[in-house]
């Protein structure tokens, strides 16, 4: 096989099929920060960060009022959500533990820092910082070598507390 993916290619965004909209708004929204671009009706409502048309759809089409699925059944593991700096990850996590929002894992690939949890419908989240390009692991090689190793949340909480100004004459 000889074709390749163009290089510049991205995932642009992703509808999810859920139970009750005021429910994933309170989460996507309020906890998570997107911002409501367009409701479409009563059915759904498109949600984005900085004002893209969307990033995420949520609609209630063939889901409302409908249950998570089953464990070990195929589909969605995940949707996953980049933040910019290691900074934006630690406000999102702060926020999660303000709210007493559960999450169900948290993980240093090497690449990357990740914060996973359930949004209300049981949709896996995953919400990470990539690690600048020469920190990633590679072998001797230069094969990628990813990891998944306990992540710091204590620490990457520090980074979300409010920054101490010294008064003058401090040093």
């Not at 195929?74 to 929002?101: C, E, F, M, Q, S």
């Not at 690939?109 to 919400?127: C, K, M, R, T």
Request: glycine share 10%.
């Amino acid at each position: 096989m000889d074709y390749k993916i163009p290089e510049h290619t991205r995932i642009g965004h992703v509808h999810l099929k859920v139970a009750d909209l005021d429910k994933s708004l309170k989460f996507y929204r309020d906890i998570l920060g997107f911002e409501v671009m367009q409701y479409y009706g009563d059915s759904a409502v498109f949600i984005s960060a900085g004002g893209y048309h969307h990033h995420i759809g949520l609609n209630t089409w063939h889901s409302k009022n409908g249950s998570p699925p089953p464990p070990h059944s195929t589909g969605l593991y995940h949707t996953a959500i980049v933040y910019p700096t290691r900074k934006d990850l630690a406000i999102v996590l702060k926020r999660l533990v303000d709210a007493n929002y559960p999450l169900t894992g948290a993980s240093d690939h090497g690449v990357s820092q990740a914060i996973y949890l359930n949004d209300p419908d049981g949709n896996g989240v995953e919400l990470y910082w990539d690690k600048p390009r020469e920190e990633w692991p590679m072998d001797e090689n230069g094969g990628l070598q990813m990891v998944t190793e306990p992540l710091d949340l204590r620490g990457l909480l520090r980074l979300a507390e409010p920054q101490q100004t010294m008064a003058k004459g401090e040093s």
